[in-house]
């Protein structure tokens, strides 16, 4: 059974920075698209970024880019998401997700499997 584990969440000013990291076990780590989606409250679930199984491809919603990173370790089995001049907006719960495919979806549908979310706060 596969599992995603989120870590690295937490409290921070505006401006500051956090990194996320996802363990993925059960499946074949480099085989997989990896990409982090988020929900602030009250909102619907919405895609953050992805990167594909070699690292040669990221994409990123527009809100994000410039300030959010992802990578990803094939040998760590591990994604990371760094995340630069945090503001309000971006306080969510953030969830690591799973694709086996080649192509980088934004769908959260077309995603197989799921962290349990780490909580990020961005406070003024």
Same mark, same amino acid.
């Given at each position: 059974?596969?599992?995603?584990?989120?870590?690295?969440?937490?409290?921070?000013?505006?401006?500051?920075?956090?990194?996320?990291?996802?363990?993925?076990?059960?499946?074949?780590?480099?085989?997989?698209?990896?990409?982090?989606?988020?929900?602030?409250?009250?909102?619907?679930?919405?895609?953050?970024?992805?990167? =594909?199984?070699?690292?040669?491809?990221?994409?990123?919603? @527009?809100?994000?880019?410039?300030?959010?990173?992802?990578?990803? @370790?094939?040998?760590? =089995?591990?994604?990371?998401?760094?995340? @630069?001049?945090?503001?309000?907006?971006?306080?969510?719960?953030?969830?690591?997700?799973?694709?086996?495919?080649?192509?980088?979806?934004?769908?959260?549908?077309?995603?197989?499997?799921?962290?349990?979310?780490?909580?990020?706060?961005?406070?003024?």
């Amino acid at each position: 059974q596969a599992q995603l584990v989120e870590s690295g969440g937490g409290s921070v000013q505006a401006g500051g920075s956090l990194r996320l990291s996802c363990v993925a076990s059960g499946l074949t780590f480099r085989q997989y698209i990896m990409a982090w989606f988020r929900r602030a409250p009250g909102k619907e679930r919405e895609f953050v970024g992805a990167i =594909n199984r070699s690292s040669q491809r990221t994409a990123y919603t @527009d809100s994000v880019k410039g300030r959010f990173t992802i990578s990803r @370790d094939n040998a760590k =089995n591990t994604v990371y998401l760094q995340m @630069d001049n945090l503001q309000p907006e971006d306080t969510a719960v953030y969830y690591c997700a799973a694709r086996y495919n080649v192509v980088i979806p934004t769908s959260e549908t077309e995603y197989n499997y799921w962290g349990q979310g780490i909580q990020v706060t961005v406070s003024s």
